[in-house]
């Protein structure tokens, strides 16, 4: 595999830390991502989709665990990504579901957090989100490990209001 962007925008990479750097909490970093999503625009979509691959080193003795930092990176760009245009024409939406339809990663990971940030601020799509949700629930595999089946479980419960039945 070969990265499709080999080499993120310095100011994305350092406008996505300035979120990843924050305490996580959902009105924290999906305001910030709001904002920064305003003020740069659509046009910096692939900009922050590089950030998911080539994300920032994590501030000097910031005590960010590699590995973290990344995924945080990776969160706080798909939550940008989420704002960038309105949701049924702007390239924010179709970016998340290729995040989620493409290779099963963390970058899938972010997507959904992102997509359940949107569904929880906006109830008018949530039967799309959940749509989503169930038939990637049909995509995890009987036995083995899938990174992001954890993920959406989490996020789905956190929408509320579930029959019985989607619950259990």
Aim: hydrophobic share 45%; with cysteine.
């Amino acid at each position: 595999p070969s990265k499709l962007y080999p080499a993120a925008d310095p100011r994305a990479q350092q406008v996505i830390a300035s979120i990843a750097t924050q305490v996580y909490r959902q009105d924290v970093w999906d305001g910030a991502a709001r904002a920064i999503a305003q003020q740069w625009g659509p046009d910096w979509l692939h900009g922050f989709l590089a950030v998911m691959t080539d994300p920032p080193l994590p501030p000097p003795d910031s005590g960010f665990d590699g590995f973290y930092w990344v995924y945080r990176c990776q969160v706080a760009a798909a939550l940008v990504i989420s704002h960038l245009g309105p949701w049924e024409s702007g390239p924010g939406r179709s970016a998340l579901y290729s995040l989620v339809f493409g290779p099963s990663d963390w970058t899938t990971e972010a997507a959904l957090i992102a997509l359940g940030f949107r569904a929880r601020e906006n109830p008018a799509l949530r039967p799309e989100v959940e749509q989503l949700f169930g038939w990637l629930r049909t995509q995890a595999p009987p036995r083995g490990f899938t990174g992001w089946e954890h993920v959406l479980a989490h996020v789905w419960l956190g929408l509320g209001q579930h029959a019985p039945e989607t619950k259990a």
